[in-house]
């Protein structure tokens, strides 16, 4: 069962522009992170999100976790090739929210 | 990735041999999981543990898997008998502790199946 859906699947767009990415699910979440994957490596955080409603903005970065925090999305002013990734959301859940729902990700790639 | 350590990188096995994935959580973080990704997917969950306990295996196939992390040492994966399916990459993730806490990553270790 796939607790996290993430859209689009794979996103190719050129430098300076904006773009959404989103994670969306049924369930609610006590938290949800989002992290960035480059091939070879892990996924590395970039924000954690706890609130209903909460903005968090992270240089050109925004992220917003939905009032009923089922969902989230991720806006990107002025893509640059460096934003090229692996794009990944993921839920807290567990009885101590311990216990991370990984979406299938966003493969985000920005030509120069 | 520096604060998690994972190796080896990159292991080869033969069908049938074990597999043995080690674990170094950052200094400070007592919580580990385990995560398998398979090409072109996202991360799934395997186990969740604590210093000589496991906390949370409901990821973990029912056999031929195990899991530990004691007292002293790394955490570590073990993969008895390996199959072809097996072949993937496993990450670990740390956490200083548990509610939510974020998790950071090792940069995983890539397991081949001949």
């Known amino acids: 069962t796939q607790l996290l859906e993430q859209s689009p699947q794979f996103l190719s767009i050129q430098e300076g522009e904006n773009l959404t990415v989103y994670c969306n699910s049924s369930?609610?979440?006590?938290?949800l992170q989002w992290y960035r994957q480059e091939p070879g490596e892990g996924p590395v955080l970039l924000v954690t999100?706890?609130?209903?409603?909460e903005v968090k903005k992270l240089k050109r970065l925004t992220f917003q976790f939905g009032d009923a925090r089922k969902d989230s999305s991720l806006h990107i002013t002025a893509a640059q090739p460096g934003d090229t990734g692996l794009y990944l959301c993921?839920?807290?859940?567990?009885?101590?929210?311990?216990?991370?729902?990984f979406g299938p990700g966003t493969r985000l790639s920005v030509l120069p | 990735n520096a604060g998690v350590m994972q190796n080896p990188r990159h292991l080869v096995r033969r069908r049938g041999q074990e597999a043995r994935l080690r674990c170094s959580p950052m200094?400070?973080?007592?919580?580990v999981y385990w995560y398998r990704q398979l090409p072109e997917e996202g991360l799934k969950f395997m186990v969740y543990?604590?210093?000589?306990?496991?906390?949370?295996e409901s990821g973990m196939p029912k056999e031929r898997f195990s899991a530990e992390f004691p007292k002293e040492g790394p955490s570590i994966l073990r993969i008895q008998q390996v199959v072809r399916g097996d072949s993937a990459a496993y990450f670990c993730?740390?956490?200083?502790?548990?509610?939510?806490?974020?998790?950071?990553f090792g940069d995983g270790t890539r397991l081949s199946i001949l």
């Open positions: 993921a839920g807290g859940k567990g009885n101590y929210g311990q216990n991370f729902v």
């Open positions: 543990l604590q210093k000589e306990n496991i906390i949370d």
């Open positions: 200094k400070g973080h007592s919580h």
């Open positions: 369930s609610v979440f006590s938290s």
């Open positions: 999100v706890v609130t209903g409603g």
């Open positions: 993730a740390s956490s200083q502790g548990s509610g939510n806490q974020p998790q950071h």
